[in-house]
């Protein structure tokens, strides 16, 4: 039993990275958006900041992203991205969930959002882009055979997963054995429940989430999946050099799975960068993960001549 809840510390410690941030990156900066023509009010989402508002101020005629934070995270994580996008004129809005409630709760009031979302647009364009858990809750949005899928069939949706645990946290495992769950009497199925909230099983490999993924609504025209190779990532070193705070949560074998990877109109890019490193914290810029977008038609390229404004944008945004 020490061992188990060590392992569960272990996954509560590491499985759920919490992004720091900084007070510059709550620093308005519109860049190059369109014009704000309407002011809406969508379930679920908000602006990318921690603040109260949860009134959007949107282009109907403009693409919209809508970002979804990994565990221990909030709306305010993804501003600094939010604001990367801006500086490209694409506009973006967050999803606001708790992160433990059931997957499928998470992923209902996605679906739910991106319908409602499209309602205020012209011509529905939107990117849902979601890193880590967000991933799974991103993409389970976004499959056909669910509760409650999106059921506008005019939204031309795009899907862009980052380091998600598609084949389940292997930290977790020892949630789902059942000579334990039985052993322990319930003790187990508490102790999970406890440090992950209502998603505890959904996260195991062994549940119908992780095993039966489903398939892309016919909406989705691709979905860009950014696998992170972790291995040796360092977030914090001491002043000799010493890895005191490790940056490497999921492996490759827990973001790679088979019926997801193989799944049609899916891209998967590998990347060698850390959990948090991928994203960007205070002290780190995510170049490799804008890269990777820009490559990939997610963000606008930056012009030539702007690219001396873009530097100091991030140096500003990531503190560098």
Partial sequence: MAAFVALLLA??????????RDAAIDVPDPGRLPSAQKAVSVAGLRPCNDGAANTLHIDPSQPVNILVHGCNGSTGRFHALAEVLAFHGQQSACLAYNDRDSLMVSSGQLARAVDSLAHYLDAPQITVIGHSMGGL?????????????????????????????????????????????VATLGLNDLLCWLVSGDNWYEITSASDFIQKPGSLAAQVSRHLKVVTDERGACRRRSDTGRCIESDTIFSLAE??????????????????????????????????????????????????????AFQALLAQLYGQ
């Fill in 11 to 20: 996954f509560t410690l590491g499985g759920c990275a919490t992004i720091q």
């Fill in 137 to 181: 809750v991103a993409r389970k949005a976004l499959v056909a055979d669910r509760p409650e899928p999106v059921r506008n069939t005019q939204i031309d949706l795009r899907l862009v997963t980052v380091s998600a645990p598609f084949s389940g946290i292997a930290a977790a495992r020892m949630c789902a054995a059942p000579a334990l769950r």
């Fill in 255 to 308: 973001q790679r799975h088979p019926p997801v990877t193989r799944a049609a109109l899916t891209t998967d890019v590998e990347v060698v960068a850390g959990h948090v490193e991928i994203v960007g914290e205070s002290g780190v810029t995510p170049h490799k993960l804008i890269d990777v977008f820009q490559r990939e038609g997610i963000v606008r390229a930056t012009p030539p001549e702007r690219q001396s």
